[in-house]
């Protein structure tokens, strides 16, 4: 399996552009979770779905942000417009099933750069 | 409401030594606790997890933990640093009340492992 693929790697844009986030979960992975890593906060979960359905975004920021997941085996993550303080490591993760035993497979994340 | 404490941003070793990672939590149900590792601009992947079974779990690359409850601690340890070693090292406790899956991840361990 390719695991959890992500794209673009990185990304650099200027304040008030749009930047979408790309994220493909491993097959078979029910559910799949957005998550921002910077030094100040640490890994903060912004949004989960299950079976495509959006579960919890309390943890996302601002209406600036949204996300979305088509279909099984495609989500992204928007914001617009955005600002220098959305720079930060963005990590989409699936998961096999809910629950106690159930680990996080982890992408390998977009560096954002807002300028 | 639960919580994970790492109390060392940065270990420092040196290769062949042993590693001591610490993580205490705070949980009001029975936890699941995993240590994950992140290498330099890569998502984090597991290394162990302890979900309610053999207190002390073993993980991959050497590396095992033991859940003390009494402590309320579930430390990282291994007998030999590698240089490979060196990386960021995150605990992280799930709660399952609710019946969906939300993980609060520690604010990380950066290990440094010298020659």
């Known amino acids: 399996d390719a695991g959890v693929i992500q794209s673009p790697r990185h990304e650099v844009t200027e304040m008030g552009q749009e930047v979408t986030l790309r994220c493909k979960p491993i097959?078979?992975?029910?559910?799949l979770f957005w998550y921002r890593q910077t030094m100040m906060r640490g890994l903060e979960l912004l949004i989960y779905?299950?079976?495509?359905?959006?579960?919890?975004d309390s943890g996302m920021p601002e209406d600036r942000f949204s996300a979305k997941m088509p279909n099984a085996s495609f989500s992204t993550l928007k914001i617009q417009p955005s600002e220098p303080r959305d720079s930060a490591v963005y990590f989409c993760?699936?998961?096999?099933?809910?629950?106690?035993?159930?680990?996080?497979?982890f992408g390998n994340g977009t560096r954002l750069t807002v300028t | 409401a639960q919580s994970v404490t790492q109390l060392d941003s940065h270990v420092s070793v040196s290769e062949g030594t042993p590693v001591l990672l610490r993580c205490n939590y705070s949980?009001?149900?029975?936890?699941?606790l995993f240590w994950y590792v992140q290498h330099p601009n890569k998502g984090l992947q597991l290394l162990l997890k302890?979900?309610?079974?053999?207190?002390l779990v073993k993980g991959i690359n050497g590396f095992e933990a033991e859940f003390k409850k009494s402590e309320t601690s579930f430390h990282l340890t291994k007998p030999s640093a590698h240089m490979s070693d060196a990386a960021e090292y995150f605990c992280?406790?799930?709660?399952?009340?609710?019946?969906?899956?939300?993980?609060?991840f520690g604010t990380g361990t950066r290990l440094l492992v010298s020659p």
């Open positions: 302890y979900t309610s079974a053999a207190t």
């Open positions: 097959s078979g992975h029910d559910y």
């Open positions: 992280v406790v799930n709660e399952e009340n609710t019946g969906f899956q939300k993980l609060v």
């Open positions: 949980s009001s149900y029975s936890p699941s």
């Open positions: 779905f299950n079976n495509n359905v959006p579960i919890d």
């Open positions: 993760a699936s998961s096999l099933v809910a629950g106690r035993n159930s680990p996080l497979h």
